[in-house]
């Protein structure tokens, strides 16, 4: 009986530090044996992002293999585009504008952000970050904090990075990144 007690303990207390490994995001835990969508779902923090995934259709693609970076706007960065243009963008015959702009959020690699910094580091402070979606940013850094430049030259903080995700990685930004015109 007191094996079984102390092996309780023993997983009680390793699940613990399993969950304080991976932040929580959005009031929710991140676990890191689910994928993008199943913990973007819970956070309160991307409400805007998660239904913005589900009018593009990219809800099947974000729950696959991967492996995907995600910088992941938060409600608050949607919030700073101009009036209407969330709304704009989720009525169906703009789907393909919001595809384009969802996929430049989302990179084919697993990067956190001691690599992203390396790379940086390596590019003599500019990192050129090419999307699933076709765009090229800019990522740099800081002191700790990531930025990335997109099309436009509009600059996003990464707020929370190293969220691990069973198919990949999300960080979370404070501005949503645009495509250049």
Same mark, same amino acid.
């Given at each position: 009986?007191k094996?079984?007690k102390?092996a ?10 399993a ?13 890191e044996?689910?994928?993008i ?5 819970n956070?309160?923090?991307?409400t ?11 809800v099947?693609t974000?729950q ?7 910088? +992941?706007?938060?409600?608050? @960065?949607?919030a !700073?585009l101009?009036? &209407? ?7 169906p015959?703009?789907?393909d ?6 996929t ?5 690699a ?8 390396k790379?940086v ?8 970050v090419?999307?699933v ?6 990522a740099m ?6 930025m990335?430049?997109?099309g436009q030259?509009?600059? +996003?903080n990464?707020?929370? @990075?190293d969220? !691990?995700q069973?198919? &990949? ?5 404070d501005t949503?990144?645009?495509p250049?015109?």
């Amino acid at each position: 009986m007191k094996s079984l007690k102390i092996a309780t303990a023993i997983l009680a207390l390793s699940t613990g530090m399993a969950l304080a490994e991976n932040p929580m995001v959005g009031g929710a835990a991140m676990y890191e044996d689910k994928n993008i969508v199943e913990n973007a779902v819970n956070s309160k923090d991307h409400t805007t992002l998660v239904a913005a995934v589900q009018a593009a259709g990219l809800v099947e693609t974000l729950q696959g293999e991967g492996p995907f970076t995600v910088f +992941a706007p938060t409600n608050d @960065a949607f919030a !700073k585009l101009p009036a &209407g243009t969330v709304e704009t963008l989720l009525k169906p015959e703009n789907k393909d504008q919001l595809v384009k702009i969802l996929t430049c959020h989302v990179v084919a690699a697993d990067a956190m952000s001691d690599a992203i910094m390396k790379m940086v580091d390596d590019d003599k402070g500019a990192h050129p970050v090419k999307t699933v979606g076709g765009c090229e940013f800019t990522a740099m850094y800081e002191g700790d904090k990531i930025m990335i430049k997109d099309g436009q030259g509009n600059v +996003a903080n990464v707020t929370i @990075a190293d969220v !691990k995700q069973s198919n &990949g990685v999300i960080h979370v930004i404070d501005t949503v990144l645009l495509p250049a015109m």
